[in-house]
């Protein structure tokens, strides 16, 4: 009976849909995206204004935001670091910024994707559909305080598929880039990388790509492993020479 009950609780969680905010003023983009969307199954609210955003936040149970960083009232950069003030919610960049100094800024303050416009919105609900899958994996995995994820003690390990990353049994929310990043020093715990390796070993074109990037994008790996262990240090800073990582 009680499994019974629990399998019903699932196809009723199934069910129900995921409720998304669009925060955009273009009317003929926020049209396309809502359809797009709802033809899915998802339940789209609509605002054309930050603040307007910021209030539905505040007061609806949102799922994910789809968040335009050029909103005419404030930068959505700004209002993104006002949401995680309050909310782990996860968010998604939609903006005609492509500048890699901009998608690792959006990333950096707590973005779970950035997309670039024009975009298809196609390849956007496949997005939005692999972050929530991410976040539901987060929220099903409750982190554990000083508990090791494998049997073997360490507290990385990898999921069934070999491909996605586990921290203490939690799934890690990488970019490509971070996951290269993390792997990389995976293969040889303790080994020092300096900038220039993992650049070479991580990026396959560095074209216009400068060693501080890696930086960003350790920042950004670390913050991650907080959000699961408040005192997770795995990764070492060797200054002048790189870093290396304790399994």
């Not at 950069?77 to 939609?94: A, G, M, Q, T, W």
């Not at 409750?142 to 003690?153: L, T, V």
């Not at 005192?231 to 990582?245: D, K, L, N, Q």
Request: negative net charge; proline residues 4%.
């Amino acid at each position: 009976m009680t499994a019974l009950l629990h399998q019903l609780n699932m196809d009723y969680i199934v069910a129900m849909p995921h409720s998304l905010l669009l925060i955009e003023d273009e009317a003929a983009i926020a049209d396309n995206v809502r359809y797009a969307l709802e033809q899915e199954g998802f339940e789209v609210h609509w605002s054309r204004l930050g603040q307007d955003g910021l209030r539905v936040v505040r007061v609806r149970d949102i799922e994910l935001i789809l968040l335009d960083v050029g909103l005419p009232d404030v930068n959505g950069f700004e209002l993104c670091k006002e949401i995680r003030s309050f909310s782990e919610v996860p968010i998604i960049f939609l903006t005609a910024r492509s500048e890699e100094v901009d998608r690792v800024v959006g990333l950096e303050i707590g973005g779970d994707d950035y997309v670039v416009k024009p975009f298809s919105t196609r390849e956007l609900v496949a997005r939005v559909k692999a972050v929530l899958k991410r976040a539901r994996n987060r929220n099903d995995s409750a982190p554990r305080q000083n508990e090791p994820a494998g049997s073997d003690g360490r507290a990385f390990s990898l999921d069934e598929s070999g491909l996605t990353v586990l921290y203490r049994g939690c799934e890690l929310s990488l970019t490509p880039h971070e996951q290269g990043i993390l792997k990389t020093l995976l293969h040889h715990p303790g080994r020092i990388y300096s900038r220039a390796q993992l650049l070479d070993l991580v990026w396959t074109d560095r074209e216009e790509i400068f060693e501080r990037v890696v930086d960003t994008h350790i920042k950004s790996i670390r913050r991650k492993l907080r959000k699961i262990d408040a005192e997770a240090a795995p990764i070492r800073t060797h200054r002048g020479f790189g870093y290396s990582i304790t399994p």
